[in-house]
């Protein structure tokens, strides 16, 4: 039983109550539930992060693709001219992939929660196992994003339980790249601040590297290469997943990492 004449109003305050529980021995109050009344003991708030959407912004068609690769296996030869059914020959730089990863930060607490840091990572068709379809990427994110430099440990973490770069080491080197550090807008990197019992949707933009990707469809791709040797119209279909972790800020409470769900689907060119 607690004796109601050890608390007051004021009790909500955590120094305040801190001080009552200290007290304790002294005044007579026993049993008093550090966990019940109000949570007497502070507990670090944890956000809530989720992926809202993974949406491709530059893409190659399958006429494309389908032309590219019926022109490496030509090789100049004169089987080379049945590939003008699928169109011109594309550049390189035609067939980059492009893509924003949206995430939804929840503030679950009742100050400020800006948000520091995120690492993203993206792996094309999960399911093959061959190596190089994984991806990581770490954006650190500033007050002033014409001045943000990218710290080296900003996506690092000492709780095993939060995937920070370490978790991602096999990630396939430059296979992932974020291009709002790559001449790409500023804005991006400006730190959202979530405010108090509130969600906010932040994008982060990021790209393929080229020849790792038209590597990995070709390899992973054999029926639609297939048929472009064939001569006819392929259809290619990229399975994705996406996974990772954000950092955030709470005053008093310093940095908290907090992971978010693996999200996949599928990409129709």
């Known amino acids: 039983m607690i004796d109601v004449q050890c608390y007051s109003q004021s009790m909500k305050h955590s120094m305040i109550v801190a001080a009552l ?3 304790a021995p002294l005044s007579g109050c026993k049993n008093l539930p550090l966990g019940g009344l109000g949570n007497l003991a502070d507990k670090a708030p944890v956000p809530d992060i989720k992926v809202s959407a993974v949406a491709l912004d530059a893409k190659p068609s399958n006429s494309m693709l389908a032309a590219f690769y019926c022109d490496k296996a030509a090789g100049g030869s004169m089987f080379g001219v049945g590939c003008r059914v699928f169109g011109n020959v594309p550049s390189i730089n035609d067939l980059k992939f492009t893509f924003h990863v949206e995430l939804e930060a929840h503030n679950p607490s009742s100050i400020p929660m800006p948000v520091v840091s995120a690492l ?5 068709y999960p399911q093959d196992t061959g190596g190089q379809n994984l991806g990581s990427v770490c954006v650190e994110m500033c007050e002033d994003p014409n001045n943000c430099p990218q710290s080296a440990n900003a996506c690092d973490s000492s709780d095993p339980q939060i995937r920070g770069t370490r978790d991602f080491a096999q990630a396939a080197a430059g ?29 982060a933009t990021l790209s393929l590297n080229i020849d790792q990707m038209l590597a990995l469809i070709k390899r992973v791709s054999s029926d639609a290469i297939s048929q472009i040797t064939s001569g006819r119209q392929p259809t290619f279909v990229i399975p994705w997943a996406v996974e990772g972790s954000v950092w955030v800020r709470f005053e008093g409470f310093g940095r908290i990492g907090a992971g978010f769900p693996r999200s996949e689907g599928n990409w129709a060119l």
Do not use: C
Not at 176 to 195: D, F, H, Y
């Open 21 to 23: 529980v200290a007290l």
């Open 120 to 124: 993203v990572a993206f792996t094309a």
């Open 175 to 203: 296979f992932l790249v974020s291009t709002a550090l790559n001449g790409g807008p500023k804005t991006e990197l400006r730190m959202p601040l979530v405010q108090p019992g509130t969600s906010l949707k932040f994008a």
